[in-house]
């Protein structure tokens, strides 16, 4: 029950702003034009920003785990990988295959992935997975 209960408390917070998103964009009280704008917001500040501050914070001799960079890396690396081979097989329009997969990584590392980490382990957590971000993106 106790770990039920830690999960709910770390996964529930994240996919209630989801769902609440989803609510908004059906009653049309966010649009497209919104939801690009604040799409561009994110990616190209918010979480750059955040990936900077937790970075520049952290003590890297602690936070700079070889194995866990390497496994995070090769994981993320395979998860890539299938979506292209996915979008191989599955788009149809073949110039939007890198697109969909890189979407498809950045999307769920960088929004879903650093709010679960944040909410999991804190800022210890949220400063390791900054580090992976930036050792990833570095690629």
């Known amino acids: 029950m106790e770990n039920l209960l830690f999960t709910l408390n ?16 059906r009653i049309n009280f966010i649009n497209e034009d919104f939801i690009s704008v604040a799409s561009k917001l994110v990616f190209k500040i918010a979480l750059p920003s955040l990936v900077f501050i937790k970075v520049s914070n952290a003590n890297l001799k602690e936070l700079a785990v070889f194995s866990e960079l390497l496994y995070t890396v090769i994981y993320i690396s ?21 697109v969909f997969a890189q979407a498809v990584f950045r999307g769920n590392y960088g929004i879903i992935g650093l709010a679960l980490l944040d909410n999991m382990l ?6 390791k997975g900054a580090v992976i971000s930036y ?5």
Do not use: E, Q
């Not at 050792?135 to 690629?139: A, F, Q, V, Y």
């Open 135 to 139: 050792c990833i993106s570095s690629l």
């Open 10 to 25: 770390t996964v529930l917070p994240v996919f209630i702003i989801i769902f609440i998103g989803v609510i908004l964009k």
């Open 78 to 98: 395979i998860v890539f990988f299938l979506c292209f081979i996915f979008g191989l097989i599955f788009i149809k329009d073949k110039s939007r295959i890198g």
């Open 122 to 127: 804190g800022d210890a957590g949220l400063s």
